[in-house]
């Protein structure tokens, strides 16, 4: 089943078998909508057994980076919640994927991120003499580069990247477009994929034209949200690195470092796309810790 399917049958049933007010019923509706938009990749509904415990989480920093309140946030995670316990009610899952996923709150507890050894070791991970491993290569490069979203990396189209002045045009949330540096390493790992992986990747579906996207698979089509999450995992594993990893944590690893190193807050926030700079200055928190422990460490009177 369809997550779209899945979700008109969970309104239906809240509307006809639990008798909810219409303006609950609106929330959840437009709650889940969000989630399913949120999934799917070349505007095709996901399996509903294909969905992940990261996928939701995702989803939930996604929406806590958007500015929402607590008690929105909170009612999103009701409402996927909701969904999925509908979902095994009726026997179609046995395996909830919200089961150990909470409402993220940024508070005190601020993102987690990746040292500088620990990046360098995960870009340097794929097997760069392969064709997926070239484009592994590229992706990594470029997301830790730019900071973007895992959603706006996969849905990159190949005419939105400038290598000659290093610049990539993002289609953010609400169809923003930001333009984005890329910096010389992922200019020259997408220029190498480019000239030798996407074509050869493409080779039994058209060739180089047979698809607009930057990133693609053997089977012709773009890489998903999904794929990548996937192929993320496995090089983590490769790499030995014992925290949580995921496209968010690149992200934020992004902004930190970039802080770290003088950034301007504003120029960090344009460059993430946050259209509020609280969300932004949550990082100069990740930043103060970070710089107050190296202090300790080093300082001969700390």
């Known amino acids: ?31 889940l909508a969000q989630f399913a938009q949120f999934l799917s990749d070349d505007d095709s509904s996901p399996m509903i057994g294909t969905i992940s415990q990261e996928d939701v989480t995702e989803f ?27 979902l095994r009610t009726e026997n179609v899952l046995t395996v909830d994927p919200t089961a150990n996923v909470d409402t993220p709150k940024y508070g005190k507890r ?46 990159i189209h190949q005419r939105e990247v400038d290598l000659r002045a290093g610049y990539v045009r993002v289609t953010g949330k609400g169809g923003k477009q930001r333009i984005v540096p890329m910096g010389e390493h ?45 192929n993320l995992k496995r090089y983590v594993e490769k790499c030995d690195i014992k925290k949580e990893v995921s496209p968010h944590k690149l992200r934020h690893s992004f902004a930190t470092h970039l802080l770290e190193n003088g950034a301007d807050l504003r120029i960090v926030q344009t460059l993430l796309g946050h259209s509020d700079i609280g969300t932004t200055q949550i990082y100069t928190h990740v930043a103060q810790q970070r710089l107050k422990r190296m202090h300790e460490e080093f300082h001969p009177r700390s």
């Open 1 to 31: 089943m369809k997550l779209d399917t899945a979700i008109d049958a969970f309104v239906l049933h809240l509307r006809l078998e639990r008798n909810l007010a219409d303006n609950t019923v609106k929330s959840y509706s437009r709650d």
């Open 60 to 86: 939930m920093l996604d929406a806590l980076e958007s500015g929402l309140k607590t008690r929105s946030l909170a009612r999103k995670m009701s409402s996927i919640k909701g969904l999925f316990k509908y």
């Open 110 to 155: 601020v993102p987690d991120v990746l040292n500088s050894d620990e990046v360098e070791s995960l870009l340097n991970a794929p097997d760069r003499l392969t064709h997926e491993g070239l484009r592994d290569a590229a992706m990594l490069e470029l997301l830790y580069a730019t900071g973007l979203r895992v959603s706006e990396l996969v849905n």
């Open 186 to 230: 992922a200019v020259d790992m997408i220029e190498s994929y480019l000239q030798t992986a996407r074509g050869a990747l493409l080779a039994k579906h058209g060739g180089p034209g047979g698809t607009p996207y930057l990133f693609v698979t053997r089977r012709g089509s773009c890489m998903t949200r999904q794929g990548f999450w996937k």
